[in-house]
């Protein structure tokens, strides 16, 4: 079994250290190793102290209001920050995830709430954030909104997320941001278990079983 239990305070200083460049081209942007102990064969980090919800009132791509709390009360969700211009982790993580839901019987698939807030808003409208996730999963929930409050809810859950920028090297506008996915309990609506983005589609195929129960994956 790949899974490790952190103090949440020890966690969440070492998360938001781990920030990748999405498509940068460089190397000084990779995530940093931030944890001493051997976690090659781990992908589930299991929390003693879950993360609360993030008070997120943002806008879904059908432009609504969403609120984040309310919306995913009492519902496994796992939320995701990235942005939709990536040409790496974050389609690879939501594909992941995607596949992984798949495998899961229709009832528990209708249960599961996957929620993608992007970190680049000004280019991720409604409109952009519906398209991209339609092509990933349609049940996915999109989420757009003022950056400020983006990057404080991500905080909260110790993901770092910077304004996006022109990368030097390559020109092209890039995001930083932390790529940790978070999965919250039905039970608690606590955010229990932290997967980076090593994680493959064999890891959240055995675990989202256990998530959706509430369970330890």
């Known amino acids: ?3 490790k239990t952190y103090a949440a305070a020890a966690l969440l200083a070492a998360a938001t250290l ?4 999405c ?19 781990k992908a589930a980090t299991v929390l003693d102290t879950p993360f609360e919800k993030p008070d997120l009132v943002l806008t879904d791509t ?9 919306e995913t009360a009492g519902r496994p969700t796992l939320i995701y920050f990235g942005y939709t211009h990536c040409p790496d982790i974050c389609p690879l993580t939501m594909s992941n995830i995607a596949v992984a ?17 992007t970190t680049d808003p ?3 409208t409604p409109s952009e954030l519906g398209k991209w996730l339609k092509g990933i999963d349609p049940q996915f929930v999109g989420l757009t909104g003022d950056f400020a409050t983006i990057q404080a809810g991500a905080r909260t859950l110790g993901i770092s997320i910077e304004p996006t920028h ?3 090297k390559t020109g092209k506008t890039v995001s930083v941001h932390g790529t940790q996915v978070i999965a919250f309990s039905p039970k608690t609506d606590g955010g229990y278990v932290l997967y980076g983005e090593d994680a493959q589609v064999g890891d959240y195929t055995r675990d989202l079983p256990k998530i ?3 369970e330890n994956p």
Not at 18 to 21: D, E, G, K, N, Y
Not at 101 to 117: S, T, W
């Open 1 to 3: 079994m790949r899974k």
């Open 18 to 21: 781990t920030l990748s460049a």
């Open 23 to 41: 498509g940068s081209g460089d190397d000084s942007n990779s995530p940093v190793a931030v944890v001493s102990e051997d976690t090659s064969q």
């Open 62 to 70: 059908k432009g609504k209001k969403y609120d984040f709390r309310k």
């Open 101 to 117: 839901k798949k495998q899961l019987p229709k009832a528990e698939q209708d249960k599961l709430r996957v929620v993608f807030v």
């Open 122 to 124: 000004q280019r991720d």
């Open 166 to 168: 022109k990368d030097k």
């Open 212 to 214: 959706i129960k509430g």
